[in-house]
């Protein structure tokens, strides 16, 4: 089902074809800056709610075929050209890049595409083409796990191939946290990811801060965005509980670590598109991670925006279209986002934010939960047990640090215990 939706912009601004806008509590900050630069026709699973201000029109289609979206892009209204897609979705990436090749547009052959999608396939190419990386063993059963982590030494990292933010991952320390580790991995599941006979890796722990960074590609050619280095909590299973972004990371001209990228991307074939990449930073030089073919999860690019002034929005419809994408900076800053979680395993009851207290560098303060949610720590659940976040920014990263000790004072989260609903299954 196709329908349009009266929206006013300006009548020289390209098209885009969005697969999905994702939750709208993480993501609407990026759909509001995409159409602050486009008009855009929205590919989506059920009709749209809180994008209609945003949006020319919307198609209701199966986002996770990569067929029918073809279908549905072919039978569009006949005054809708679309100039470029664009997806953001991590689930969905290898679907839009079949969908923007069958259009013939701008970006990276699916195959390619898919190279990033699936770590193990990640890991193959790196291998082959010598890029750093850690020792990685693809695993199936609980006996192949034991053997590859004492041939990679322990500690060493059990997770799964096929799924991110820090779902099934953990650190294991010795053979009998093996057990625990490989289940955890095996069992870990989202829907729309692909479940493989061999679905976990053994990977070599490597010492280091971990950062990610944002890149713009276009034929090949690297526009480097925004460095994140990255505050992890619940150990051993490193969820992200944090970001913190200078505009003017020196990450950003370090010649060794734009070169790791450049060979990291050659060596999968991506050529068009954007790339949120994580690598640990080891006394042997920067080794990759993973590599992901879209834009940074955890309101990394808005985090980014705060301190440097690039509009991840605006990058992206020029990289979609294929032009040369803007990424002047126009702000020096630091600027950091921070997650806040419940000290147990829980019911919301509600979420009250002081704002009236709240330091003049903080630059967002925002629940992230309603009433009667249910919020299960890691290693249980990822992300979803969040219940808030700050963004905030300083001249420094300590400026920020001291500034979300603060902040994190004016919440009071209000909660029930897990009892009051009766047993968890």
Not at 106 to 125: I, M, Q, S, W
Not at 353 to 368: F, K, R
Request: aromatic share 8%.
């Amino acid at each position: 089902m196709t329908l349009p939706h009266q929206k006013t912009n300006s009548s020289h601004f390209p098209t885009i074809l969005l697969v999905t806008t994702g939750y709208h509590l993480y993501r609407e900050y990026l759909l509001k800056m995409v159409a602050e630069h486009s008009h855009i026709w929205l590919f989506v699973d059920s009709p749209p709610d809180w994008q209609i201000p945003y949006i020319l029109g919307y198609t209701v289609v199966d986002t996770l075929d990569a067929q029918m979206m073809i279908d549905a892009a072919r039978n569009l209204p006949e005054n809708i050209k679309i100039d470029g897609v664009l997806c953001w979705d991590e689930i969905r990436m290898v679907q839009t890049a079949k969908l923007t090749q069958a259009l013939s547009l701008p970006g990276t052959n699916p195959e390619y595409v898919a190279r990033c999608r699936d770590k193990h396939l990640t890991r193959r190419f790196l291998t082959a083409s010598r890029v750093p990386q850690p020792t990685s063993i693809l695993v199936s059963s609980l006996d192949e796990t034991t053997q590859a982590a004492e041939m990679i030494g322990y500690p060493v990292i059990i997770k799964p191939r096929a799924l991110g933010a820090s779902y099934g991952v953990s650190l294991v320390n010795g053979a009998e946290q093996v057990n625990t580790a490989f289940e955890h991995a095996k069992t870990a599941t989202e829907e729309g990811v692909p479940v493989y006979d061999q679905r976990v890796l053994v990977e070599e722990y490597m010492q280091g801060p971990e950062v990610s960074i944002d890149i713009a590609w276009v034929n090949g050619v690297m526009y480097p965005m925004f460095v994140a280095r990255k505050i992890t909590g619940f150990f051993p299973h490193f969820e992200e509980i944090g970001h913190i972004v200078h505009s003017h990371d020196p990450l950003l001209q370090d010649a060794q670590f734009i070169c790791v990228l450049q060979q990291a991307h050659q060596a999968v074939g991506f050529l068009n598109g954007i790339t949120h990449t994580e690598l640990r930073l080891t006394q042997s030089g920067p080794k990759i991670i993973e590599i992901n073919a879209r834009l940074g999860g955890d309101m990394i690019p808005y985090v980014g925006w705060f301190a440097s002034g690039i509009n991840p929005g605006q990058v992206a419809v020029a990289v979609a279209c294929g032009h040369k994408p803007n990424i002047e900076k126009t702000r020096k800053s630091v600027a950091a986002i921070r997650f806040l979680y419940p000290e147990y395993d829980s019911i919301v009851d509600s979420v009250q934010i002081n704002h009236a207290e709240l330091p003049g560098s903080v630059d967002v303060a925002a629940s992230l939960v309603t009433p009667g949610q249910k919020l299960l720590l890691p290693p249980t659940d990822h992300v979803s047990c969040r219940y808030a976040y700050l963004i905030v920014h300083g001249d420094t990263a300590e400026d920020c640090t001291e500034t979300t000790e603060l902040a994190v004072q004016t919440f009071t989260l209000k909660t029930r215990d897990l009892s009051t609903v009766g047993v968890l299954s």
